[in-house]
Every structure is written in C-alpha cells, then in structure tokens.
C-alpha cells in the first residue's frame, strides 16, 4: 500500500518545524559559518589548495579505504544481524552487546589496540607478517581500523528492520513454492536493502572522515598513507584555518552526494518493492 | 490506563533530571580557592609542572597566604596555541617553541610582539637539546647523525608537520649538515632525504614516537628531546634502551610567557607573572634540572653537571634566523619537508 | 482490514521450518559471523581489558577512582545525559515527519540529517571554533558577555550534540518506512487522538529501533574523541572527558591506568545494554497487556 498522498494522520507541521528547526540549529548554522570561512578564499587559491599533489593522494587513500572497508562491513554486517535476530546459540545476547562497543570505545584506543595486534610483532601481525602480510602503517591497516569503528552501523541499521520483518510474507513465498533460496532472494533481500544501503552510506561515511584511530595504525607516511583528516590537522597546526576548511569542505560534498546517491537508491528500492507487493 | 501514567511518571522524571542537568551545568563553573591560574603547555611538560605548581603554591602561600591552585592543559604545541587564539583562557602558556607564541601575538594579538625580552634568556628558563635513543647496546652502532642515513638503519621521529618537537629534530639534523658540508643547503637537503628516507612511521605526536618505538619495537634509533629520552628510560626501560648523544645538536629554548589579555581579565598579572618567574629561581630551575631539562642557573647547572653532557649546541638564530623564518622555508605547505615527500617517487619504495 | 493487521505483530517471531535453514547451515552462517566479529572486534577489545589488568587489579582501581578520572567520568555522564534526550526527541520528529508523510525534499532532508555522520570528527570540533572561538561569529559576544561556551562545558555539550545528532532519527527512519502509517491511520479513524495514537500505537512498534538508537547515541557520545578534542581545552580535573583522559594517561605512559578507563568506557556501554534487556522484558510484558485490550476492543467493538 505504501505512503499516500492524502494523509489522515496528524502532527506533520509540528514534527516536520521541529525537525527542520532543530537541524537548523545544530547542523545548518555551524555548516554555514564552515563555508562562510572557505569563501573568504579565492576560487584559485581553493583550488591549487585541494589539487596539491598530497591533498589528492590523500583524498584517493581516504575514498578507497573507506570503501573497502564499509564494503566488508556491509557483507559481514548482513550476516551478523542475520544470525543475530533469526538463530539461537550460546551467548548470543554477549556478542549483540559486544557490537555497539565500537562506538563506546574512544578511537584513540581502538587505534591503539590495532596497532598492538596488527604490528609486525604483535600477536596477529607476527603470523600475518609470515605470510608476508603487512597490517599496520599500510594502507591495509587503514582498512582494518575502519571497518572496526564502521561496524555496528550496518549491524545496528538492519536489526530493527529484521526483527519487525513479518515471517508471514516467508511463509507464504514458501507455501507458494518458492525456495529457501528464492524467498530470501526475492522477498527478504528487497526489504532489507534500503536499511542495508542505510547503513553502507553511513558506515562509509563515518570511515572518510575518522582521525583519531587511523592516526596511529596509518604511519602518516606522506601520499603514501596519509589520510585526508590528517591534512586537515597540520593545516590547522599552522593556523592556516583557511587552507583547512577548503579540505574540509571537499570532504563534505563528497560524503553529501554519496549519502544522497544511497538516499535517492534506498527510496527507489523501496517504492519499487512497496509497487510490486 | 496503568500504562499511560506510567509514561507521564517518565515524561515528569525525564524533565526534572534535564532541569538538574542544566542546575550542574550552571554550577560548574565555581571553584572554592583563593586564585586560580590555568597553565596551557605542551606536551612532555607533564611531570615537570606538576612539580613545579605544587612548589609554586607552597611558595606563593608562604609569601602572600593566598591559596592558589594551577589548573594544567597540555597538548600538541600548535595544539595549544589555536586553542588560545581561540579563546582559551591561559594566564600563561608555556609552549615548545616560540613561533608558537608569536602567533598568539600576530593572530590574535594576546600579548605584545615583544614578549620575549620580557623575561631572562629570551623568556627560556631551561633549555633542552635534540637527542638519539636506542636500543640496550646500541646493536646498529649509531655514534653520530652520519649513521642515520645509512641503508638498513630506520629512524623514528613524529611528523613535523604536527609535532614541535619533530621540527627541533628536523632543524637539529639540518643544522649538523649545513655545518658538515660548509653552508651548501643542497648538501643539507639532500641528507635530510635521506634521514627521512629511512623513517617508516611519522607519528602524529613525540610521545606517540616514543610508544612506536619503545612499545612496538619499529626502529632502530628514536630523534627525540633530551628530556623526552631521559623520561622514556625511567618510566619504559632502563633495561631496553640507552642515550646516544650526537656531536652537534641543536639549542632547544622552549619559551614561557603570560598573555596579558587574559590576565587583565583575569585581574591575574602579578600571579603570572610571579609564577613564571619562579621558574628561573633555584628552586624552579632545580626542580627543572631533576626532570631532565638543562638549567639556566650556574649554581644549579654546577650541580647537575654530571647528568648533562657536553654536546656542541647551536641556536635556531644562528642557523636558520628566526622561527619564522626556519617555518616557512621548511614546513609551512610548500616547504622543503613537503617537497622532499612530493618527490618521493624518486625514493626506493620501502612498503 | 486494518483491525486483522494490528494481532500480527504478536505472533511474528515464531520459529517456522519453512521459514528457516537446516541447522547445518545455520552454524556455517553463525561461525563465519563469529570468525568475523572476534578478528575484528573480540580480539581488539580482549587487549584493552588485558591491557587494563596487567599490573593487577589495584592499580585498576586506583586509576579509575583518581581525582581527576572521577571528574573526567563526572563530565562524560553528564555530557549524554544532555545530548541523548535531545537527540531523541529530535530523532522521533524526524523520523514521523519523514516516515509518515510525503513532501518534497524529503531525501534532501534525510540526507541533511546524516551530514554529521560524514563529517570528520576534526571538522565538527573546527566548526564550533569557528563559530564560538574568538575569532569565530560568536566569540567576542560571548567574551564580552562573559560567557564561555568553548574549551568549557557547554562546547562539549554541543560538539557531543553535533556528532550524536541522527543516531536515533537514522534508526527509526527506515523501521518506520518499512512498518507503514496502517496502524496509525486505523487508530485515527477509530477516533484515538494524535498524542494517544502516538503513545499506543507507534511509540510501541518502534521501541526496537528507538533503543538502538538511544543505546548507539549513548555510547558514541560517551566515546567521541576528535570532535571533543578539539572544543575541550583539555583542562586537568574541568574539562577532560572520559576519552580524553585515556589519551592523557597514555601520553603519561601509563598505559595500564589508560586502558582501566578504556575498559570503564566499554563497560558503560554495556551497562546501557543491560539496560535495554530490562526495558525489553517490561516492554514485552506491557505489549501483551496491551493486545489483550486491544482484543477486547475489538470483540466488543
């Protein structure tokens, strides 16, 4: 049945003038006093500040790890929420818990973790380094710091959907002969898509722009692996507020047009889905 | 109908702890001594000045009654300084080096350009110098900066581009190969290429370096201040690691000053300013000495002769000509740090 | 219709064998997410608390009862007790603005809402200096005013505010989308008010997604670094926030007492974990009462 144009339901100013006021507040009037800053700069010094060789380097290290790194969250996520709401085995309620610690822990510590275990003489990165594996201060050990501070949001985004989806619609694909298989294929996957894509943008989102981990597990070697935020703090380290909110405001538009790419695809999926059911 | 009073219990619970909340918020700012001071420093200060506020206090209570206590801040020298131009309220800074406090004087005018002939030896009540620590036995036998750059050495320092204390590395290794080499820069150039060649890691922060090094066992020789190293051995390993001094090194000066914005404010002056004096009295430059920075006082340099070693030290002034100057020729964007990475596709790939 | 929809709920999570793998299946599904969640997450969190109790359980204590770790504990609590409710009630406006109504700009708006998720933790700290620094809009107002906002309390407040801001708006959006406004609409025409089809309606069917949301803005804005870092003035014992302090006493190379708080922070967050199974149970209990009336409306209606 999906969303109607002629809407019984009350409190739609209300919630709608909260909404935008509140997000006005918090979001909108610190973003302006960012752009305001930016604009104080001429188009050509902005631009020979974000084509520096560096800035690019460390633009295209951000992007493709960040990437990489909500990609893998995202497969892996699917399957934690999965077993998580649909299976039962022992100490399942631990591990749920265990999820959200990402979020609790202060980067800084994860990062700190992860360099202790994924150096080449930590206790992982000793067997790794055998295999000629190389985790922390290359770009593979940017990757494994953002999929751990990116991980309970596609875990997290999906859950609710799961837990509310009704078996009812299984059931009856499978009593309409559909295959395990297909069912899940067909009538669970489109459900959980837009909440999946959900929580790709955001856990891609928050990769582009972590510091605090990365600065440690990274090396901060110069365009090797070197990340964007990163650029952005030893601009400011030499009071160059200006040169930093030009990078920063990059960053912005990058992670804004990749969220509204995934918003736009979610509300497809789902008007596409709500058609067909 | 149970329910609904139920959510009006929560909804009234949920009010009143936002009202507490906001109560805590407005209280927080009171404190119940006499006179407070806020110190903004940077960051291997730590120990050093909770020793020295604790003398401070017990001298100020002494000479005046007055209790006083010194609220501490420490952070990456940059750090703090933005952090002052952007209004936090330091009394005094006590940073790492002075481009850091003339910017308080240039971008946001805190204090008077001419801060550093306010207090003796250029407002640097001690001194420091630049340093290598290695490892138990020196296995790679590193004598000199010369060692550095051979192949097969790795040298860890932090990033200059975020670290005071890498910069003074910087300048120091700079110094040693102008004066080598009779002036050439290109000379000198060419040997910090190939220092930095050998770094695997450029930590964000000295200490950050030290963990790297000491913790992860990356490198075979750590760039550090001498009283950084002196810290690492107690606190990290007297076992693990020993102190290699360099014949040439650099004339550390980590500068102190009160911003007189802030202590007009404040109505704090005369606090500050007796603070930061205290500093370079016996006492203050004994406990400086006891934390492994070089004393300015004779009769106390005498009596520490032993744990510092004679290493020829120059000044950034000689070398380089001012902060300002060693700034924007080596590590504003653009500079010979940055160039030396952008033409890194010349460098052997170590990765 | 409508009516027959409302039951559903109670009966969704029955297991069903055609709705459901052969056990076989289910360990492989349940041992590679185990495989996954233990390289990336068990085993960097088995460090910190090894880490923590190394030098045994007194030096723990101590480190966690120090004046200062005590203050920095103080603030944190603090900081989320303010950020969390605001940020909630934020969250279901948004979310019954979005979910239940179609407008234009709407993705625009979602899109708005997720901004602060993308922005790195250095630039919301920056963007608050730029607004209430000295320099900034703000600052010499608020300094002529006496006020301070940043490097004080409030500034924490705020960038913990900005950095938490769609975590419970971003869960129950999508729930909402996916449940529909049926119920809601049925409530209405059956003639329940707007605030009690709110109360009895929708307030139950999205308490999943609202705790998620509530529990993962809790512990991201207990556990926000960068953007704290940058407004805090890292003032010992006044303005150092639980993360704050761990970076301290690891600078210190006190690496067991930075780790004791790490843990600290890591137990918080399943202290509201516990919290969520409690309300979950009452919940569950109070749904059930809750079906019940509903039957009996229906029986007599």
């Not at chain 3, 930075?258 to 199974?277: G, I, Q, W």
Request: charged share 15%; hydrophobic share 50%.
């Amino acid at each position: 049945m999906g969303l109607r144009k002629k809407n019984v339901l009350p409190g739609f100013g209300l919630s709608l003038g909260y909404t935008v006021f509140y997000l006005s507040l918090v979001v909108l009037i610190p973003f302006a006093a960012l752009f305001s800053r930016t604009a104080q700069m001429s188009f050509m010094e902005f631009w020979d500040t974000i084509s520096s060789p560096r800035v690019v380097a460390s633009f295209w290290l951000s992007l493709y790890t960040s990437l990489s790194a909500a990609s893998l969250n995202a497969v892996m996520g699917l399957l934690v929420a999965w077993v998580l709401v649909r299976y039962h085995f022992p100490l399942k309620t631990l591990v749920d818990a265990l999820v959200d610690l990402p979020f609790a822990l202060p980067t800084a510590v994860a990062g700190i973790s992860l360099t202790t275990l994924y150096s080449v003489n930590g206790p992982l990165g000793k067997h790794l380094a055998r295999w000629g594996i190389e985790v922390a201060y290359t770009p593979l050990g940017i990757i494994v710091a953002l999929t751990f501070i990116g991980l309970p949001f596609v875990v997290r985004t999906l859950q609710p959907v799961l837990e509310d989806l009704d078996v009812e619609i299984e059931e009856a694909a499978a009593s309409l002969g559909a295959s395990r298989m297909k069912s899940l294929l067909y009538v669970v996957f489109p459900n959980l898509l837009p909440a999946l894509l959900t929580g790709f943008a955001l856990s891609f989102a928050r990769a582009f722009g972590e510091y605090g981990s990365v600065v440690f597990i990274s090396g901060n070697m110069p365009m090797r692996t070197e990340i964007c935020p990163l650029l952005i703090m030893t601009k400011l380290e030499q009071f160059d507020y200006i040169g930093a909110t030009a990078i920063a405001v990059v960053m912005l538009l990058v992670s804004f047009m990749m969220l509204f790419t995934i918003n736009l695809l979610g509300w497809w999926s789902r008007k596409r889905t709500s058609s067909a059911a | 109908m149970k329910e609904a009073s139920g959510l009006k219990n929560i909804s009234v619970l949920c009010l009143i702890s936002f009202l507490m909340v906001m109560g805590l918020l407005v209280s927080c700012g009171q404190t119940d001594t006499d006179r407070t001071l806020l110190n903004v420093s940077y960051d291997p200060t730590r120990e050093l000045y909770a020793d020295i506020n604790d003398a401070f206090a017990l001298d100020w209570k002494n000479r005046t009654g007055q209790t006083v206590s010194i609220r501490q801040s420490h952070g990456g020298s940059g750090k703090q300084a933005r952090a002052v131009i952007d209004g936090l309220a330091a009394d005094v800074v006590t940073l790492a080096l002075a481009y850091d406090i003339d910017a308080l004087a240039s971008k946001a005018d805190l204090l008077p350009a001419s801060w550093q002939q306010r207090l003796p030896h250029n407002s640097a009540p001690y001194v420091s110098t630049i340093v290598f620590l290695v490892r138990k036995g020196n296995p790679k036998g590193i004598k000199d900066w010369d060692d550095l750059v051979k192949p097969g050495i790795e040298v860890i320092t932090p990033n200059p581009k975020t670290s005071g204390g890498a910069r003074w590395n910087y300048l120091a290794a700079w110094g040693y190969a102008l004066k080598k080499n009779n002036g050439d820069e290109n000379a000198a150039r060419e040997f910090i290429q190939a220092l930095f060649a050998n770094v695997p890691v450029l930590d964000s922060g000295a200490r950050g370096s030290t963990t790297t090094f000491v913790q992860r066992e990356i490198g075979d020789v750590l760039l550090g201040w001498e009283n950084e190293a002196y810290l690492a051995i107690n606190e990290l390993g007297p076992d693990r690691l020993e102190i290699v001094n360099p014949s040439i090194s650099i004339l550390a000066e980590p500068p102190v000053a009160w911003v007189d914005r802030i202590v007009e404010r404040h109505k704090s002056r005369d606090l500050a300013a007796a603070y930061l004096e205290f500093l370079y009295t016996e006492t203050g430059q004994d406990i400086a000495a006891r934390h492994f920075y070089r004393p300015r006082l004779e009769t106390v340099a005498a009596r520490y002769r032993d744990r510092f070693s004679d290493i020829q030290l120059f000044s950034i002034e000689e070398v380089f000509g001012s902060w300002k100057n060693a700034q924007k020729i080596h590590f504003d964007d653009g500079g010979i740090f940055d160039q030396i990475y952008e033409d890194s596709e010349a460098l052997p790939d170590r990765s | 219709m409508e009516s027959i929809h409302l039951n559903v709920r109670s009966h969704r999570k029955r297991p069903h064998s055609s709705t459901t793998e052969p056990k076989t299946v289910q360990w492989l599904l349940i041992g590679a997410a185990m495989a996954y969640l233990t390289l990336f997450l068990m085993i960097p969190l088995g460090t910190v608390f090894y880490q923590a109790l190394e030098k045994g359980v007194g030096v723990y204590l101590a480190a966690i009862t120090d004046p200062d770790a005590l203050s920095a504990i103080r603030l944190t609590l603090l900081t989320a007790m303010i950020a969390v409710p605001a940020n909630l009630v934020f969250g279901i406006a948004a979310s019954w603005a979005i979910a239940k109504f179609d407008f234009k700009g709407k993705n625009l708006l979602i899109t708005l809402i997720d901004l602060p998720f993308s922005v790195s933790p250095v630039i919301s700290g920056l963007i608050f200096v730029l607004l209430f620094g000295l320099q900034g809009w703000f600052g010499p107002w608020l300094q002529e005013h006496d006020l301070e906002v940043i490097f004080a309390v409030p500034g924490i407040v705020l960038a913990t505010v900005f950095v938490t801001f769609p975590f419970v708006a971003r869960e129950l959006i999508p729930l909402m989308q996916e449940q529909g406004s049926e119920e809601e609409e049925a409530a209405i025409v059956l003639g329940a008010s707007g605030w009690k089809t709110f109360f009895w309606v929708t307030l139950p069917n999205m308490k999943w997604g609202l705790l998620y949301g509530v529990i993962l803005c809790n512990a991201r804005a207990m556990g926000e670094f960068g953007a704290v870092s940058v407004v805090s003035g890292h003032i010992r014992g006044s303005t150092n926030t639980m993360p704050l302090h761990v970076e301290i006493l690891y600078n210190e190379y006190n690496f067991a007492a930075a780790f004791a708080m790490a843990s600290l922070l890591a137990m918080l967050a399943l202290v509201t974990l516990v919290l969520k199974k409690i309300i979950e149970w009452k919940t569950a209990r109070d749904l059930s009462l809750l079906d019940d009336a509903e039957t009996a409306v229906e029986e007599n209606g």
